[in-house]
């Protein structure tokens, strides 16, 4: 391992995504600075040589790297109080699942020139600083979304951030990035919560499901509040997808009602055909 | 194993299903009717010793039990084809997903009596008599749906059959099945299709869904045809299951434009609460 660009991060949060980076970055003898809500989360952590508990957020500016990892909104308002501490700062950026409203949060703030959002795909149904271990980051994906007015050093420095804990970076810019994920991420979400929502309805229980209804309802488990987050903070991107699916429903539905077996047998035969298509 | 209560099994449609079956019973020693529309099945199946290959359908009068292992139209179809020739049989079923529909084709055809009709969750992703194997359905549960009509020996022959392969009987009407099915089976494909078809719609390639999107979509992979079947079979069910997600999905959707975290919130908490319930 070569030696990283950077001497001190600060994270900002230590649940599952930055109790992890902490961890990944002790043990690559990196100096952290830790900040959580939850004092005793800290002490332990700080006693588990891990960290170093720091006085107040104004000893934020010991730190060459910045990340925030906690939900959208603390992360813009967390972004507000820190922005005086940052003057030694090359780099800030953040975790959440959404990124334009934070590059956009960064820019309004004149942090723009520092500010790469990332986003690592590396999250699973737990959560907290309990559920936070090395190696969570080994091969996944880390979208790299730099602020328009970031600097190549402040970019180059957030993806060698992600490779230093095995993390493969991708560059892509924030509205592209929220795009994709309000496809490939959110919307899976929603209709999963949605089905769920249905069957909670018709009182029929998830252990009357077969294995395959299993899968369908599987993502809907996932955290309420977190989620509520990520779907108002992306609605731009997701109102469309939503509609899109209830477009297919509908559709369905009306083919069914009027007995039309070339209209059903058609809506499936796409499904099945995308399906099928690199499989995966 | 004791000796079964029949002598003498018609299965007509050698798939996944039929083929299954036959070969449960061929390896218990029961003696085998084997029909399929493709004679090169019928011709290796009887090569292979596991069943007889009959001249005609007028053949099938030598079964004590006759199983219909084919789609819902080919079903309905074949058994007013059959009701002529079944005069010594003391059951006839089905495998279909739907019951309603086969349970009162059969009753118009004065086959109520000895008709209960099946329905085994033993399926996959493939078809086909080379999809086929013993112990397809070892500890598989099977739904017994009883036309109002039948004798009671016919059921206990039914159940019988299921026991004799491995499964696990349950005995439900027709109307009950359909409704359990529709919201717990074909609701959850429905909506893994609409999803999917929506992602088509965008130009979303399957190999960008992380794996929770797959898990969503995995259902969508379906046989078409069948499902076009089943769906068309059990429109009455499944169009109010359909509109309730398509309600869900609508309800999000307005409380994520007017920005209404309070309603967001509580959306995705019914659905978390639901899947955290007997998780399974």
Known sequence: MTSPPFQTVGVIGLGLIGGSLARDLAERHVKVIGYDRDSAVVKRAERDGILWAPESLA???????????????????????????????RLVTDVCSTKATIVRGADTLNLGRIFVGSHPLAGDHRSGW???RTGLFA?????VCPSPTAQESSIALAESLWRFVGAVPERIDAD???????????????????LASALAGAAIGRDRLGSGGRDVTRLAAGDPGLWTGIA????????????????????LREALARGDSVAVLKRFESAHQWALDRRG
């Open 232 to 251: 108002l903070d992306n609605a731009t991107q997701l109102l469309p997808a939503i509609e899109a699916v209830e477009r297919e429903l509908r559709g």
């Open 139 to 143: 091969g996944a994906r880390a979208y």
């Open 176 to 194: 592209s990035h929220d795009r994709e994920v309000g496809w490939t991420s959110h919307l899976p979400h929603v209709a999963s919560a949605a």
């Open 59 to 89: 000893d934020i500016r010991a730190a060459d790297v910045v990340v925030l990892a906690v939900p959208i909104d603390d992360a813009l308002r967390l972004l507000g109080k820190l922005a005086p501490h940052l003057t030694a700062a």
């Open 130 to 132: 309990d559920a936070s």
